[in-house]
């Protein structure tokens, strides 16, 4: 299983990544040393086309699927580590629970 500063470290990552490749973001990216834990996800400038995409690398990353829903109440960098701890620690224990039959199947 995933422990808590290789999801912060990933999701940090992440962010800078899909910064990079934005427009608006790579203007705000200058300005940024680092993703703090504080920072408001709309401060970094990404608009609803960037929100996908980091959706995306999340869940391609993490091999998870982030619910819209659930993903709009994710305000802050914080949030959004705690969001991706807790669904990767409920993917773990679901792991844990499948059968070796049940494993192969997927």
Do not use: H, W
Request: net charge negative; hydrophobic share 40%.
């Amino acid at each position: 299983m995933i422990n808590t500063q290789e999801v912060r470290s990933t999701v940090d990552g992440i962010i800078v990544e899909v910064m990079k490749s934005s427009g608006a973001g790579r203007s705000r990216l200058g300005n940024c040393q680092s993703v703090e834990p504080q920072m408001q996800l709309k401060d970094f400038g990404l608009d609803s086309l960037d929100i996908v995409e980091l959706v995306s690398v999340l869940e391609t990353k993490f091999d998870v699927e982030v619910s819209d829903d659930v993903f709009e109440a994710v305000k802050t960098v914080d949030d959004l580590y705690t969001y991706m701890s807790a669904t990767l620690a409920q993917k773990a224990a679901l792991a844990q629970k499948a059968t070796p039959a049940q494993l192969k199947a997927s």
